[in-house]
């Protein structure tokens, strides 16, 4: 426990510049380019780490382009913030060629290389790079990016450590143990519940050291919603752990593991986040 909040205590204080010149500045500044840069090197990493997990991070035809999707669409992301749509478009584009290619390397590779690994790893890969392109996507949204993109990060580790704290104290029935052994039905229950509760305290708090409005019903519903998700984003990456015998992602964070240990809530969040703020604003 103490190893784990040594590296939390470090790792915040790491990231807390990248976090406080996140703002998007003139093309110029190079500032502007601080905060994207720190997403891409955390979503490449990332990605190492789930080719590592599948044994195909040697395997070059599949991973230089997840590497270099990984660095490119966060960046990607703040020097196109004008043009949303277009990014969108070279984003769907960028995916379905890789499909494609993906495809292929299966056909070619047929009997030498593990089918469902390579479209597993294709699969989680997408979903990390959309997930942390997503994160600078809500940074820049326009009046209120500053508190949207804190949300995936505050909501999952509040879930999680109440996951927890809830778990220990009454936890009785297990959760999935298959895939988790530690975790509870109340431990769960907990976890979203102190993140509705959370969110709520976020908007009163926002809304009254900011010149915003809070939606506090869409607040209240996401942040059960949040919960869930979140929770759900630990479990798949816990499962696929499992089933390839491995303990933790990485050794990037000692206590904690390696990057996907840490983020695997928060890049659930952060998709989801960004679907609920499309349609429903959360702040105004």
């Given at each position: 426990m103490k190893t784990r909040i040594l590296t939390a205590v470090v790792a915040i204080a790491g990231i807390f510049p990248f976090f406080w010149f996140s703002d998007p500045v003139e093309a110029s500044n190079p500032l502007n380019y601080l905060f994207p840069l720190l997403i891409s090197l955390i979503a490449f990493v990332s990605v190492w780490e789930m080719l590592h997990c599948l044994q195909l991070d040697k395997s070059?035809?599949?991973?230089?382009p997840l590497y270099l999707a990984g660095l490119a669409f966060p960046m990607l992301a703040r020097v196109m913030r004008e043009n949303m749509r277009e990014y969108t478009r070279i984003a769907v584009l960028t995916a379905m060629v890789l499909a494609i290619y993906m495809f292929a390397f299966i056909v070619f590779r047929f009997g030498k290389q593990?089918?469902?690994?390579?479209?597993?790893?294709?699969?989680?890969?997408?979903?990390?790079?959309?997930?942390?392109?997503?994160?600078?996507?809500?940074?820049?949204t326009e009046g209120v990016g500053r508190f949207?993109?804190?949300?995936?990060?505050?909501?999952s580790w509040v879930t999680d450590s109440f996951a927890y704290f809830c778990g220990r104290l009454f936890g009785k029935h297990k959760l999935i143990p298959t895939v988790s052994p530690k975790k509870t039905v109340e431990g769960a229950i907990g976890g979203f519940v102190f993140c509705a509760i959370t969110a709520v305290l976020y908007g009163l708090i926002v809304g009254k050291c900011f010149d915003v409005t809070p939606n506090y019903l869409v607040l209240g519903i996401g942040?059960?919603?949040?919960g869930v998700v979140s929770q759900i984003g630990d479990l798949v990456m816990s499962a696929i752990k499992r089933e390839v015998g491995l303990k933790d992602y990485g050794w990037m964070l000692?206590?904690?593991?390696?990057l996907l240990d840490r983020f695997d809530s928060s890049m659930a969040v952060t998709v989801l986040v960004l679907v609920i703020s499309s349609y429903f604003p959360i702040f105004s």
């Open positions: 070059y035809f599949v991973s230089i593990d089918m469902g690994k390579v479209a597993l790893a294709f699969m989680t890969c997408f979903y990390i790079v959309a997930a942390n392109s997503a994160v600078i996507v809500l940074r820049d949207l993109f804190l949300i995936p990060f505050i909501f942040g059960i919603v949040i000692p206590g904690h593991g390696g």
